[in-house]
């Protein structure tokens, strides 16, 4: 493996590692849900309406996994933190052995 290899897998390694900061600091700092993660339900209740844009959107996907979350959203934050980190490493996968795929087959070419 040359070294650009070993740095880029260190360095998204290292990334899904620390996304789990994603749900401690808002913990931390009060600051309610990871931002981004809101369900149409829950922007309706803030701002008192949902976009057009985001319910459309909203029906055309169900995540496997939502909120990167294994359990539920009761269980305790080191149980989910370590949900993050495995859906980050089975996200990392899954794209690698995709990329690896199309590569193996337009190089044959």
Request: proline share 5%; hydrophobic share 40%.
């Given at each position: 493996?040359?070294?650009?290899?070993?740095?880029?897998?260190i360095?998204l390694?290292?990334l899904a590692?620390?996304?789990?900061?994603?749900?401690i600091?808002p913990?931390i700092f009060h600051?309610g849900?990871?931002?981004?993660?809101?369900?149409t339900e829950?922007?309706?209740?803030e701002k008192?309406?949902?976009?057009?844009?985001?319910q459309?959107d909203?029906?055309l996907?169900k995540?496997p996994?939502?909120?990167?979350n294994?359990g539920?959203?009761n269980?305790?934050?080191?149980k989910?933190s370590?949900?993050?980190?495995?859906?980050?490493?089975?996200?990392l996968s899954?794209?690698s052995?995709?990329t690896?795929?199309?590569?193996?087959?337009?190089?044959?070419?």
């Amino acid at each position: 493996m040359g070294s650009f290899n070993k740095k880029l897998w260190i360095g998204l390694l290292v990334l899904a590692l620390l996304s789990p900061l994603g749900i401690i600091l808002p913990k931390i700092f009060h600051a309610g849900k990871p931002w981004g993660e809101w369900s149409t339900e829950e922007v309706a209740k803030e701002k008192g309406y949902t976009p057009k844009g985001m319910q459309k959107d909203a029906r055309l996907y169900k995540a496997p996994a939502a909120d990167y979350n294994l359990g539920n959203e009761n269980d305790s934050l080191w149980k989910r933190s370590g949900s993050y980190i495995l859906s980050g490493i089975v996200g990392l996968s899954v794209i690698s052995l995709i990329t690896y795929g199309v590569l193996k087959i337009t190089h044959r070419r």
